[in-house]
Nanobody, 122 residues
Framework: QVQLVESGGGLVQAGDSLRLSCAAS????????MGWFRQAPGKEREFVAA????????YYANSVKGRFTISRDNAKSTAYLQMNSLKPEDTAVYYC???????????????WGQGTQVTVSS
């Protein structure tokens, strides 16, 4: 199995940018589809973005499309979430996740990190 550790969260102002990282260890990172999810206080966890093993295909939630970019560096066993034009409604704990499969979508993730807090002030 794979272990995931997120980093890069923090407190920023609306309109700012932030890049989250997800460092993986354990089994071969390049064998997993990687995803990012988030959970705001009092809300259910929601899908944010996903990327295939090669990085060639990505998939985004409508709420972040055009503002967020998911990517990965298989040589570094790390996935990233570049977040631009942040809004207060992006405030949440962000989790990275991994799954075995071929489709970059919002379901089927078996491995999860502990999360990193992102707070966007208005």
């Amino acid at each position: 199995q794979v272990q995931l550790v997120e980093s890069g969260g923090g407190l920023v102002q609306a309109g700012d940018s932030l890049r989250l990282s997800c460092a993986a260890s354990g089994r071969t990172f390049s064998g997993y589809v990687m995803g990012w999810f988030r959970q705001a206080p009092g809300k259910e966890r929601e899908f944010v973005a996903a990327v295939t093993q090669s990085g060639g295909t990505t998939y985004y939630a409508n709420s972040v499309k055009g503002r967020f970019t998911i990517s990965r560096d298989n040589a570094k066993s790390t996935a990233y979430l570049q977040m631009n034009s942040l809004k207060p409604e992006d405030t949440a704990v962000y989790y990275c996740a991994a799954k075995i499969g071929r489709v970059a979508n919002d379901r089927g993730y078996a491995y999860w990190g502990q999360g990193t807090q992102v707070t966007v002030s208005s």
